[in-house]
């Protein structure tokens, strides 16, 4: 298969699909009348206006290490296929995988860091009222 048919096999559907997800939202947001006041932009908790400080704080303390895992996670799926690949004879199959997994180890640094900063704030581990 050609670099022409695999575009065209996947690239076309995958922007046909964006256009159309986004023609859709402009012609939608064209008849919708948007006429924002004060009230309907505040903000609402369970229904009524907020006031004062909140009653309760929802912890967060965990949310580093669920980054972790969600980044980490596609990155061991795709090794799991890579291993059953047959890479000994094929030098140009083996150059393309260490191509996605370098730009999968690119993309998902900065949200390695992220999460890791995210692990070690204190803030986020002390329990409030």
Not at 58 to 64: A, E, I, K, S, T
């Amino acid at each position: 298969m050609s670099l022409v048919q695999s575009l065209v096999a996947f690239g076309l559907p995958s922007i046909l699909t964006l256009a159309l997800g986004y023609g859709g939202y402009k012609i939608i947001s064209l008849m919708v009348p948007h006429n924002p006041t004060p009230l309907k932009i505040s903000r609402f908790e369970a229904g009524n206006i907020p006031y004062g400080e909140g009653r309760l704080w929802f912890p967060l303390q965990y949310y580093g290490y669920l980054l972790m895992y969600v980044t980490i996670e596609p990155i061991l799926v795709l090794l799991f296929a890579i291993a059953s690949a047959p890479l000994l004879g094929n030098f140009i199959l083996f150059r393309n995988l260490m191509i996605i997994i370098g730009s999968f180890i690119v993309l998902i640094y900065p949200v390695m860091h992220y999460s890791m900063t995210q692990i070690n704030m204190i803030q986020n581990w002390e329990l409030r009222q």
